[in-house]
């Protein structure tokens, strides 16, 4: 990847803990795999979208895709995040553009049912033990 | 699968059709490969938990695991839902059990480093074309 193109995955935020640090180890194999890749968080949560959009042009990126990791696409997703959007591109000399969600990728379904899968192996190894 | 075990993805609900239909979507792959998984929503939509609890049950299933469709697990997966299920198991002669949410499979974060890198490659393609 170009150090001109930063990857954003946006969560939505919780005040609860638990629930940012099962996003960050969901975001965890790309940050660690596609360099200039971050996690952010749409509210409540830091860093913020503002943060990291911020420091994407002050590192000099010209570029950033922002990746919802949303199932689906909602109120937040339809108006909020464009608005949001909108607005940093007004304060910041950077082209955002934003990915659907990442539950429209057929990647997910098929990761689901591989964790079905898994579910069912362990239920029978558990009664065959 | 045993018929006498059903798998249940459930995911949240929302009024707005194109929301449940990108579920239908996720839910897809595991409902074509595995017999006896279905979708069903905790509000909202149709068809609900219950209802499809109510049919395990008419279908003479003995044992059901509930796969919640959700990224982390906030107040709906700590509470709401095992409040939901301890009430469905008092009504049916069936054991309900509830998995923790698909986002604290391992196999999520990889897929969602795949739609990255995906994102990527699709990038440099239209700058190289």
């Known amino acids: 990847m170009s150090s001109l193109h930063r990857i954003i995955l946006l969560a939505h935020g919780s005040s609860d803990r638990r629930w940012c640090q099962t996003f960050e180890q969901l975001a965890a194999p790309t940050v660690t795999a596609v360099p200039g890749s971050v996690i952010a968080y749409m509210e409540l949560s830091s860093p913020s979208m503002n943060d990291e959009i911020a420091r994407a042009a002050a590192d000099g990126c010209r570029e950033v895709t922002v990746l919802p990791l949303f ?59």
Not at 74 to 95: C, N, S
Not at 104 to 121: D, F, M, N, W, Y
């Open 71 to 129: 199932l689906a696409a909602g109120r937040h997703l339809r108006k909020d995040v464009p608005g949001m959007i909108a607005e940093l591109e007004k304060q910041y000399p950077l082209t955002i553009r934003l990915a659907p969600p990442i539950g429209e990728s057929p990647q997910l379904g098929i990761a689901i049912r591989s964790v079905v899968e898994q579910t069912l192996a362990s239920t029978r190894s558990r009664k065959d033990a």
